[in-house]
């Protein structure tokens, strides 16, 4: 990659709010698989809640999902669970390919019915069966996407705002963690304490003005 200077201190945020890379049937049923791995409840929002699905369109519609800085001539060895991406599909290749195939496995178990068909039970056998193989897909490997999935969910979840998940900082306000804030020392000696203050996002938070 040619080197540009400031380059990797200046992320850009997110704008807009229309998917760039999904179709709305397949933002449907990732809005569907993430709210199974990460459901809303009384503990805090579900991964619906707080955009990871809009998380996940802007990683895909961008260098990650054309794995623009990864190797990726080969060998295509299946590998091991210790080693990292190993498939010669792009992210973005490999979740157009793995929804058409995790629905048509959907409508071979559940009499037709398509993954968003389903109630929530089926939809977690549905997931358990990625996660442990036991889902034959067309084209590519069951667990091979699971992982990416919920990797890519857990990202999304937890990632700053300004990459689209994460919605109002929501996941950080609720295990408390303060985010980006530039200086912690009158905490650092509190011990076993709950940090007072909300979390702020590397852009700053509502209603924080910084000082001239």
Known sequence: M?????????????????????????????????????????????????????????????????????YMGGPWSKGTDSQGYQSRMTPAQMYRAAIKAVDAYCRDEFSGKSFVELSSEPQDKVLGDLEEGKAKLQQLDAKTFFKQLLLNTQEGYFADPLYGGNKDMAAWKMIGFPGARYDYRDFVSKHGERYPLPPVAIYGRPGWTPRG
């Open 2 to 70: 040619p080197w540009a200077p400031g380059e990797a201190n200046r992320p850009t945020p997110v704008a807009g709010s229309d998917y760039q890379f999904l179709s709305v049937d397949e933002a449907a049923w990732l809005d569907a698989a993430v709210s199974r791995l990460i459901p809303q409840d009384e503990t805090g929002p579900g991964a619906r809640e707080v955009g990871v699905t809009f998380f996940i369109d802007r990683q895909l519609a961008g260098p990650y999902g054309r794995a623009e800085r990864w």
